[in-house]
């Protein structure tokens, strides 16, 4: 059973940082691809990073390029994402997601990820 749980979100001041955190479980593959999304109320869900747990570059949206950064710790199972230099338009919740198709390029498109968690709420003001 394949789950996936974020944590980390809260309530920032525009400018600050949080981390997220994704811990993933109930699967044995050693390399596949993770991404983190949003969707802001009335908004459509949007791709924020992605990368190949088993290396090579992550891939951001425009609009988190140099603000946020999205790691791995194989060893815990958990995939992370640095939000730093928040903006209010920021403010979204926030989900993990894995693509467990055997595809090694990370991608930001919603439908190449087939498990996801439940999200975590970041509210910048």
């Known amino acids: 059973h394949v789950q996936l749980v974020e944590s980390g979100g809260g309530s920032v001041q525009a400018g600050g940082s949080l981390r997220l955190s994704c811990a993933a479980s109930?699967?044995?593959?050693?390399?596949?691809?993770m991404g983190w999304f949003r969707r802001a109320p009335g908004k459509e869900r949007e791709g924020v990073a992605g990368?190949?747990?088993?290396?090579?570059?992550?891939v951001y949206a425009d609009s988190v390029k140099g603000r946020f950064t999205v790691s791995r710790d194989n060893a815990k199972n958990t995939l992370y994402l640095q939000l730093n230099s928040l903006k209010t338009e920021d403010t979204a919740m926030y989900y993990c997601?894995?693509?467990?198709?055997?595809?090694?390029?990370?991608?930001?498109?919603?439908?190449?990820?087939?498990?996801w968690g439940q999200g975590t709420q970041v509210t910048v003001s």
């Open positions: 997601a894995a693509n467990l198709r055997y595809e090694v390029v990370p991608t930001l498109r919603p439908d190449r990820y087939n498990y």
């Open positions: 990368l190949y747990t088993g290396g090579g570059s992550a």
């Open positions: 109930g699967y044995s593959y050693s390399s596949y691809c």
